[in-house]
């Protein structure tokens, strides 16, 4: 992390987050040893933070699951890539998201904790 971040002009407000899905075997152990960093997880996977703008998702389910939901809301749709239709209704739901997510129960799945990151930019 450090070289990544070397030769960056830096703040004392300046805060490092790392996004990643939990859904892969050992991720979260060796993301917690990268010290001044918050860690911000969907558990299992980013498509649970797509779906939590749709509708309720408090049941556990298989990651691919998951992605057949996200390529049902919205067509064509392949991982890590956002067309400007989704930015957009992922900005206008923000809100659902963010209350459907505080109801669930943080390090258990379904989780996110995308809000922390929002809820920061927001003030």
Known sequence: ????LKGWPKSSKDKTFLLYDIDVDGI???????K???????????????LLHYKNQT???YTSSYVKEVCA?????????LDLKAKEELI???KDALERAEKLTPNNK???TIPEIIKLLEK
């Not at 992390?1 to 990544?4: I, N, R």
């Not at 979260?28 to 990268?34: N, V, Y």
């Open 1 to 4: 992390m450090k070289s990544f």
């Open 28 to 34: 979260p152990d060796k993301l917690k040893k990268i």
């Open 36 to 50: 001044n960093t918050t860690l911000l997880v969907s558990n299992p996977c980013i498509e649970l933070w797509f």
């Open 59 to 61: 049941a556990n389910i």
């Open 73 to 81: 809301i919205w067509n064509n749709w392949k991982k890590s890539c």
């Open 92 to 94: 206008k739901k923000q």
């Open 110 to 112: 379904p989780s996110s």
